[in-house]
C-alpha cells in the first residue's frame, strides 16, 4: 500500500519541480517612449471644458508629434483612480530640443481612506 503512496508523492514533486523550473512571469506591460525634437510646440490650442463629471478626470488637449510634425490631441475624460492624482503631458526644454513628458497618474500623499 506504501508504494502507490510512494510513488505518486513522487509525481507529484516531480511535476511540481518541472513546473517552477518552466514558469515564467508575465511581462510588465509597460512602454516608455522618449520623443525629443528640435523645435519648439504651437501654443496649446483653447478648448472648451465641459462641465466636471462626478468620478471623472478632465484630461486637457495636448500636441503630440506624430509623423514628423505636431499634431492636436483633443482633451478627454478619463474614469477617477481614488488616492492618485492625474498629470498632462507636457513639453520641456531638453538640450537643443523638445521634449514631451508623458500623462501619468502619481500617488496623492495628502489622500487617506
Do not use: K
Request: charged letters at 15%.
Amino acid at each position: 500500500m506504501t508504494f502507490p503512496i510512494r510513488t505518486l508523492a513522487a509525481l507529484a514533486a516531480a511535476g511540481l519541480a518541472f513546473g517552477a523550473a518552466t514558469y515564467t512571469p508575465p511581462a510588465a506591460a509597460r512602454e516608455y517612449v522618449s520623443v525629443t525634437v528640435g523645435t519648439r510646440p504651437p501654443p496649446p490650442r483653447w478648448e472648451r471644458v465641459p462641465p466636471p463629471r462626478a468620478g471623472y478626470v478632465w484630461a486637457p488637449g495636448y500636441w503630440n508629434w506624430y509623423g514628423g510634425r505636431y499634431v492636436w490631441v483633443g482633451g478627454h475624460w478619463y474614469a477617477g483612480r481614488p488616492g492618485y492624482v492625474y498629470r498632462p503631458p507636457v513639453w520641456r526644454p531638453y538640450g537643443h530640443g523638445w521634449r514631451i513628458e508623458r500623462e501619468t497618474w502619481y500617488r496623492d500623499p495628502h489622500w487617506h481612506r
